[in-house]
């Protein structure tokens, strides 16, 4: 089968869902249509993986005893997290919203299987972190599908990962990699919410490009 030709306009439209593709934390409440879900899972299925390894577990989490567990983990972690700051960062930081776990409808936790026999440790000797980087790929996949479908993603960080874990009851070999908000957004804004709110700017390419 030959490969696939993409056009100017293929292009322009990827690009565009680069620039569009937000970390999404105000969600409406609406349902997704399963079939839309599964789509995602499929195509973030599609991303590269050390040897072939395909590590990511993706985790449905949708009891709502589980969900308020995962929602005072994150209390608690912001929490500290307010309090390693002072000042003026401090107040700013006590306004960002950062996290949709309320209102989202679905949540979604991605873990990598530490131990999988699969792709026979091919790439991972060296760089045994890329197991990890695989499912960070499934993640980043899965983000611009949901993107292209009209969905928002949200990867809300300020959680204890071992915690998280152990409310889902996942094998002990799973690690955490990702606990994800999907769903419609409340609103579309091109700039990243925190450049928006003053958290913190978009670099210049000369600050993250280095020549050799």
């Known amino acids: 089968m030959p490969p696939p030709k993409f056009s100017d306009d293929f292009r322009q439209q990827f690009r565009e869902l680069l620039a569009w593709r937000r970390d ?5 409440r609406q349902p997704i249509d399963p079939a839309i879900f599964g789509e995602l899972l499929g195509l973030a299925c599609l991303a590269p993986s050390v040897g072939n390894s395909q590590p990511w577990r ?45 209102e989202a409808p679905c949540h979604l936790a991605v873990c990598v299987d530490e131990t999988t026999a699969d792709g026979h440790g ?10 990890h980087y695989s499912a960070v790929a499934a993640v980043q996949t899965l983000w611009l599908a949901a ?10 960080s300020i959680l204890a990962p071992r915690e998280v874990t152990r409310v889902l009851e996942v094998p002990e070999d799973w690690s955490l990699v990702a606990y994800l908000c999907v769903g419609y957004p409340e609103e579309e804004h091109v700039d990243p919410e925190l450049e928006r709110h003053g958290w913190q700017e978009r670099l210049a390419e ?3 490009v280095v020549r050799r």
């Open 58 to 102: 993706f985790v449905l989490v949708e009891d709502p005893v589980r969900r308020e567990r995962i929602r005072d983990i994150f209390a608690r972690c912001n929490d500290a997290a307010l309090a390693a700051y002072s000042g003026t960062r401090a107040r700013l930081y006590g306004q960002l919203k950062l996290a949709g776990l309320q």
């Open 122 to 131: 091919l790439g991972r000797h060296t760089m045994p972190e890329t197991l």
């Open 147 to 156: 993107r292209a479908y009209g969905l928002g993603v949200g990867w809300v």
């Open 206 to 208: 000369d600050r993250v």
């Open 24 to 28: 999404v934390r105000r969600f409406r």
